[in-house]
């Protein structure tokens, strides 16, 4: 029996000893990677999260991957239960042969905290159960009671940022009030941050009730009314898969950020659903997505404005799909002569149409020019907006006028100026006019105001069949649904046949979403014809497709869009 046992002890001490040999080499392997494979402190992690209730959960079978730390042997084993130190061999060596043996071993006694278990007794038992492949074992559990979610994978760095969330938690009870919210972060010093937010929030209800909110009472209504509107933005718009290492929480202070710094760089007021698109936009691009940009900003810097074609067709709306309204936010360039007002005039009815659009004004300081009384020039369009009903802010800059106009775009919906200076007769005109540059690098619809605004009670749309002339038919459409308005659509023929396959396409196309026109379908010069139908049935304004050619092409050729611009007497709607 003697012999057995002695012949048992050998071969559990040579376990022991590779098992030691497996522990060196995994510090070994730790150093070169910076990987941390220490046990944790259960001591450390119940001081960082301010945890003292205690509840016990009587035997369980835990997995073992799950034990993390220990409550007093933490530098005594690695993570993955390896001895450290060759003074364990006899004791561990014994462990293993009681495991194998007929009577087993008592359950060992853990403390859970979260999804983590860290020893309080019997860590040699486990360390055995590790090298013998076993995956759970038998342990009282004991409970400690936590707001912050600790799981397995957590490291000791992740201590002090824990640490932080249980104090805020504790300093809002949003852990009581709102038990299923998650805030936790990823980088030290971000939770006084939210609880700058908190306390901003809170200053802003007391001057509301006249009287003092308490702390926690501010929390949970910042979070419902302020963080979760946030976060909606962040996921409409994808920001986690874009940003996969951040946490929500990151991204609401990165979005609040980002909205603040937009708003100084701009001077309007922007909104969490644009600043959430634009971190979207710029955040986190691939391989390509960067090559493209690249290549963008090359085109950008070595093509002069009036030769570059614009982005694609439909790329202005792919954000608003979700949206209720298709205009929400208008940019109305304001030269400082008189006619350019009519355009904000024009701006307040769409506005009043789509249920109360953001106006947003621009006025381009050009080189050269008179600067002029831009405060008066600035008051004006506030006052006016405020005596029609409406919020506007004017932005003041210096630069080129179409290009200042273009690259504000991205942050309208629908651009809406004085048809003052239309693209002219002769072709040298044609390529330097700013408007028919502004037309086509525009990110968004422009609508051309001549003369006086009109009221937009009925339309008149010119169909193709091409690209941007389908941009058209999609606006017309959404027009004629939400607002109520008469449609006309209008193909221009080129061949005998009674009606052509183009007008079909928009008949089907209208037909599907239940909605009525009137269709033409008619012959002769296409500029001609859109203005001659506009008239014969009254149509109060014009909607039709951007330019379709090169620019060069479309100077030496023609072009309906020129043609209308320099005839109309009605608004023209122009689509990309």
Request: with cysteine.
């Amino acid at each position: 029996m003697q012999r057995n046992y002695d012949g048992d002890f050998a071969a559990a001490a040579r376990d022991f000893t590779r098992a030691r040999r497996a522990a060196e080499m995994e510090r070994l392997l730790a150093r070169l990677t910076g990987r941390s494979i220490d046990l944790i402190s259960y001591e450390a992690v119940r001081r960082q999260l301010h945890s003292q209730r205690l509840a016990p959960r009587g035997l369980k079978d835990v997995p073992l991957e799950a034990i993390i730390g220990s409550v007093d042997r933490y530098s005594d084993f690695s993570r993955s239960f390896l001895p450290w130190h060759d003074s364990h061999k006899e004791r561990w060596a014994r462990i293993k042969i009681a495991t194998e043996g007929m009577a087993g071993l008592p359950p060992v006694e853990l403390y859970k905290v979260g999804s983590a278990y860290f020893v309080k007794d019997g860590h040699h038992r486990i360390s055995v159960a590790r090298q013998l492949g076993v995956t759970n074992i038998e342990a009282y559990v004991t409970e400690v009671d936590t707001p912050a979610s600790i799981t397995p994978e957590l490291k000791m760095e992740d201590l002090v940022l824990k640490g932080e969330y249980v104090s805020f938690l504790e300093a809002t009870c949003l852990h009581e009030s709102r038990p299923e919210a998650n805030l936790e972060v990823t980088a030290a010093g971000r939770y006084p941050q939210l609880e700058e937010h908190i306390a901003v929030h809170r200053y802003f209800m007391g001057e509301k009730a006249r009287q003092e909110i308490p702390f926690c009472e501010a929390a949970t209504h910042w979070y419902n009314s302020v963080y979760l509107p946030v976060i909606e933005a962040i996921r409409e718009y994808h920001l986690l898969k874009r940003f996969p290492q951040r946490t929500e929480a990151d991204l609401y202070l990165w979005v609040s950020e980002h909205r603040a710094e937009l708003q100084d760089s701009l001077g309007w007021e922007i909104g969490i659903d644009e600043a959430a698109s634009h971190l979207a936009e710029k955040g986190n691009l691939s391989p390509e997505e960067k090559l493209a940009r690249i290549g963008a900003r090359i085109l950008d810097a070595v093509v002069p404005d009036n030769l570059e074609g614009g982005p694609p067709p439909g790329h202005w709306r792919e954000t608003l799909e979700d949206h209720h309204t298709l205009f929400r936010d208008l940019l109305v360039p304001i030269s400082g002569e008189e006619e350019s007002w009519q355009a904000l005039e024009q701006a307040f009815e769409i506005a009043g149409r789509e249920g109360g659009s953001r106006l947003r004004g621009l006025h381009v300081i050009t080189e050269g020019k008179p600067v002029g009384d831009t405060a008066a020039l600035q008051n004006r369009f506030e006052s006016t907006c405020q005596e029609a009903g409406f919020a506007g802010q004017l932005v003041i800059e210096e630069g080129a006028i179409a290009r200042s106009i273009c690259e504000r775009a991205r942050w309208a919906d629908l651009v809406i100026l004085n048809l003052a200076h239309p693209p002219g007769p002769q072709p040298l005109a044609k390529l330097s006019s700013g408007f028919r540059t502004l037309i086509r690098r525009c990110a968004c619809p422009v609508l051309a105001v001549p003369r006086q605004a009109r009221s937009l009670d009925s339309a008149l749309l010119a169909y193709d069949g091409s690209p941007k002339a389908r941009e058209g038919l999609f606006v017309a459409a959404y027009l004629a649904s939400h607002w109520g308005i008469p449609l006309v659509v209008l193909t221009v023929m080129e061949s005998d046949r009674q009606l052509s396959e183009t007008l079909l396409q928009a008949q089907n196309y209208l037909h599907a979403r239940k909605l009525h026109a009137t269709f033409v379908d008619a012959k002769g010069p296409v500029g001609e014809t859109i203005l001659r139908t506009a008239h014969e049935h009254h149509c109060s304004f014009i909607i039709m497709g951007s330019y379709g050619l090169s620019p060069v092409v479309e100077v030496v050729l023609g072009s309906a869009v020129d043609h209308v611009l320099c005839k109309s007497t009605r608004p023209v709607l122009i689509c990309r």
